[in-house]
């Protein structure tokens, strides 16, 4: 048996290459949309792939199976559980396979057995591994968003981010039933989850790749619980925001997206006066420098969300799905941020431009200032200041700046009319979500605000 292993880390998503080296055949489990590593690999090791596995309908990411299944005329291996809501759409002409609780299939000597684990979704199953040629019993289980390392599946992203009512309490109660039933498996099975630290499908995570079922009934915290209404209760509380384009998502692995190759093709642009042209007609241009960098000189109307980490997460919240974008960016990241978009859904990128030679041509830039909390205090002493806390809710509600007025970044562009109208003390907890929060309000007519570097937590250290 092959079992190899891949990270994307701009979304905390793991997906899996499980391939019978006898047959040379490989199928890949929750496949991101691009699939350009998984072929790397495949020809590395001499395997062809032939399917692609779904664990679930993925709120968080485009997943690769129709890829996949264009490129190799890979099988999908889909869900049929769950109601109608829940059903894979558009799938005439692919080679696909509908699955149910128990069903199994066999790659070689490897064997596939599905177990249904609703909760995070209704239709969740996941894949029970044996490998034949070693063993009659079971060696893991890939569990998509079902059970991580030491966290289990948020249950209310259909009622929060797809906005099915009422949702979360079933779902949070179903979960319970999915939990009780991987207490039972043998505890030396390993687990292999879709996602780790960071990823918002949970409260929790753990940054390890994999675990064990034993582990898991020892130490996950949702494994502690003998008891459905105290499991509901601490499983609702305290789950972060869903991102905005979790909504998107769903629809998109639900229904089809159009395959990569058919995309539009991004244009270069060379002129600062075409950059300003687009600005004043109203479209998205985000640039992806530093947040030091554009505070100190940016284009008057640009958002900034610097190409890091975190770059997927907060384009997913800020950008527009049904607008044209525009990126400023250092042309040798391009590529890299096209993947980490398309990753996401976000097609419409129909141009870019270098942002150093952009900043060079302009005639005149924008700015903002950055202050230390001391910094903020006095000012909060001595001018009628309003401080804007944009961290999540949660964050939030544990402490804050005494006054703080309270917008999670995420939400910001569409709750402007919130925003106290006085000069603003713009504030995170470490500083980098405030940055894009400032830009966001810079590039809708808000100047008169202060960045707070270092966030609540240096608050807390220089100034409490």
Not at 214 to 239: C, I
Not at 262 to 276: A, D, F, Q
Not at 320 to 346: F, H, T, V, W
Not at 409 to 425: A, F, Q, S
Request: glycine share 8%.
């Amino acid at each position: 048996m092959l079992l190899r292993y891949f990270y994307d880390e701009k979304l905390a998503h793991a997906s899996y290459m499980v391939g019978c080296q006898r047959k040379g055949e490989a199928v890949i489990v929750d496949p991101m949309r691009n699939i350009e590593p998984y072929i790397q690999v495949a020809e590395k090791e001499n395997m062809k792939i032939v399917g692609a596995l779904e664990t679930h309908i993925h709120a968080d990411f485009v997943a690769g199976s129709r890829e996949l299944a264009d490129r190799f005329g890979a099988t999908m291996y889909i869900s049929d559980e769950g109601d109608e809501n829940w059903k894979y759409q558009n799938l005439d002409g692919i080679q696909h396979v509908l699955l149910k609780d128990g069903d199994k299939f066999e790659l070689g000597k490897l064997t596939f057995e599905v177990m249904h684990t609703p909760g995070h979704t209704p239709e969740s199953i996941s894949f029970l591994l044996t490998d034949g040629a070693a063993a009659d019993k079971p060696i893991g289980l890939f569990t998509g968003d079902f059970v991580f390392a030491g966290d289990i599946g948020r249950p209310d992203l259909l009622e929060k981010a797809a906005g099915i009512k009422g949702t979360a309490d079933a779902g949070a109660k179903v979960m319970y039933t999915s939990v009780e039933r991987f207490k039972q498996l043998p505890d030396y099975l390993q687990v292999w989850p879709a996602h780790g630290a960071g990823s918002a499908c949970g409260k929790a995570l753990g940054a390890v790749p994999s675990t064990t079922v034993g582990y898991e009934k020892q130490f996950n915290w949702a494994m502690q619980f003998d008891n459905e209404p105290d499991f509901v209760k601490a499983l609702l509380d305290g789950q972060p925001e869903p991102p905005y384009y979790f909504a998107v998502m769903k629809s998109v692995n639900k229904i089809g997206i159009e395959l990569i190759k058919n995309l539009p093709e991004v244009k270069v642009i060379t002129s600062v006066e075409e950059i300003e042209g687009l600005i004043a007609a109203g479209q998205q241009v985000v640039d992806t420098r530093d947040a030091q960098a554009f505070s100190q000189g940016h284009i008057k109307g640009t958002m900034n969300v610097p190409f890091n980490n975190s770059f997927t997460n907060w384009m997913g919240w800020i950008v527009n799905y049904k607008e044209p974008l525009y990126l400023l960016a250092n042309a040798a990241q391009m590529q890299d941020m096209l993947i980490a978009l398309r990753s996401i859904g976000i097609d419409q990128v129909l141009g870019y431009a270098d942002v150093e030679a952009m900043i060079e041509q302009a005639n005149e830039l924008d700015s903002y200032e950055n202050i230390t909390p001391s910094e903020a205090k006095a000012m909060m002493d001595t001018e009628d200041v309003a401080v804007l806390d944009v961290r999540n809710l949660t964050e939030y509600n544990e402490e804050h700046i005494e006054g703080a007025q309270h917008i999670m970044v995420g939400t910001l562009k569409n709750r402007l009319d919130e925003v106290p109208n006085k000069k603003l003390i713009v504030q995170c907890q470490a500083g980098g979500r405030s940055a894009i929060a400032a830009s966001v309000l810079k590039a809708n007519g808000f100047h008169n605000l202060v960045n707070m570097t270092g966030g609540y937590g240096q608050w807390v250290k220089e100034v409490k």
